[in-house]
């Protein structure tokens, strides 16, 4: 259920944009902000499934701890129209370059075009295809342990390992319960040398496979084991697979760079990539990218831009200014 009310359809394809964001989560609401508060023309078109929608609260995110995701997207929406950017409920579905910037083309067939793009579309999650767990994604299932691993303290914690390397994960939320399980039977192997790390921290290990989520009403209780065996957890973290939603950056041929959870749109300190006038921010360029973050890329990328605009239009100046010069 969105959070907030918004019959609003603006006609995008009336002007030349300043700039056009994909995406309209944290990190693409917080880059329309800032160039709305710029005075630059700004139109977000965004399908309003920001990733951690299936979380009644957010956590580590300054002054807004315990908040609603969909609330806190629903409130930079307000923000950003009090400052004239406009927000249209549309998937982008095809980029291409133009004169003089970008032509984006939606699934209703629309087509808008602007000086500068910014990508914020972020990414989908796909869970272990266990029954029950992913209804329970996002309150009894999460992924994160600085976004959960406070409300799991002292609580019974499953680890659902989907790699060897997960088991870093398991390590990270010793710091907050001595009641942890590991679950290995997703993962290829654990090797044995990390088997005795473990153990020697005090985290069990089961290599039964997982077979069910146990509830109580919409309570997670418990996983459901192959040989019938319920083991009691109070929460689990999984690793899911992260698939950037970069369908666009990839037909504007934006490059790509390996790093530590896979190979993700390349871009610079500043979100630019390497297709000149296309940036990304939040998730699609960083797939660890917590809220906090993906608000302090967006708004980065937002400087970025209307800065590089700037520039362009004050060398735009000089050149006229020099000609009117040689005139006179
Ligand atoms: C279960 C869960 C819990 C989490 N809890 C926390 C937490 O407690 N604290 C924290 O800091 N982080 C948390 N996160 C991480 C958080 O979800 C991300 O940091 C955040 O959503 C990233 O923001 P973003 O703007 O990059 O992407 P998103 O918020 O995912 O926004 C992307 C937007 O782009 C839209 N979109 C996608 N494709 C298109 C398209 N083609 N055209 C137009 N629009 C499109 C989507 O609908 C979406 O609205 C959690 C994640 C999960 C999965």
Same mark, same amino acid.
């Given at each position: 259920m969105p959070h907030d009310i918004d019959t609003f359809t603006p006609v995008l394809d009336r002007e030349h944009w300043d700039v056009i964001i994909l995406g309209g +989560?944290?990190? +693409?609401?917080?880059?329309?902000?800032?160039?709305?508060? !710029?005075?630059?023309? *700004? *139109?977000?078109?965004?399908?309003?499934?920001?990733?951690? &929608? #299936?979380?009644?609260?957010?956590h580590g995110v300054l002054s807004r701890d315990g908040y609603s995701p969909l609330d806190l997207v629903a409130d930079g929406r307000r923000e950003v129209r009090a400052a004239d950017g406009v927000i249209a409920d549309a998937r982008a579905v095809e980029a291409r370059t133009i004169d003089g910037g970008f032509e984006i083309v939606t699934d209703d067939g629309t087509r808008l075009t /602007?000086?500068?793009?910014?990508?914020?579309? /972020? =990414?989908?999650?796909?869970?272990p295809d266990i029954p029950g767990l992913a209804d329970q994604w996002g309150r009894g299932v999460v992924a994160c342990p600085y976004c959960d691993g406070y409300e799991a303290s002292g609580r019974a914690i499953g680890v659902l390992l989907g790699s060897a390397a /997960?088991?870093?994960? $398991?390590?990270?939320?010793?710091?907050?319960?001595?009641?942890?399980? *590991? #679950?290995?039977?997703?993962?290829?192997?654990?090797?044995?040398?990390? &088997?005795? =790390?473990?153990?020697? &921290?005090g985290i069990r290990i089961d290599d039964r496979p997982v077979t069910g989520v146990e509830t109580d009403g919409d309570r997670l209780t418990g996983l459901r084991l192959a040989d019938g065996a319920i083991a009691a957890v109070d929460v689990v973290f999984a690793e899911p697979t992260m698939v950037a939603l970069d369908d666009v950056l990839q037909q504007l041929g934006a490059e790509r760079a390996e790093g530590p959870m896979g190979s993700?749109?390349? *871009?610079?300190? #500043?979100? &630019?990539?390497? =297709?000149? +006038? =296309?940036?990304?921010a939040g998730t699609s360029a960083n797939p660890g990218a917590l809220v906090p973050i993906a608000m302090g890329t967006g708004a980065t990328a937002g400087l970025t831009i209307n800065g590089e605009m700037v520039a362009e %239009?004050?060398? $735009?100046?000089?050149? %006229?200014?020099?000609?009117? +010069? $040689? !005139?006179?």
């Open positions: +989560g944290a990190a +693409g609401l917080s880059a329309a902000l800032i160039l709305a508060r !710029a005075r630059r023309r *700004v *139109v977000v078109l965004d399908t309003r499934q920001p990733r951690n &929608r #299936f979380a009644p609260h957010m /602007g000086r500068r793009l910014l990508v914020t579309t /972020g =990414v989908r999650d796909t869970l /997960g088991a870093h994960k $398991a390590h990270m939320l010793r710091s907050y319960s001595a009641d942890i399980t *590991v #679950f290995t039977a997703l993962a290829d192997s654990l090797p044995e040398p990390e &088997r005795r =790390v473990l153990a020697q &921290r993700w749109t390349a *871009v610079d300190a #500043f979100g &630019r990539t390497s =297709v000149p +006038g =296309v940036w990304a %239009e004050v060398a $735009a100046a000089a050149v %006229e200014a020099g000609q009117d +010069g $040689a !005139a006179a």
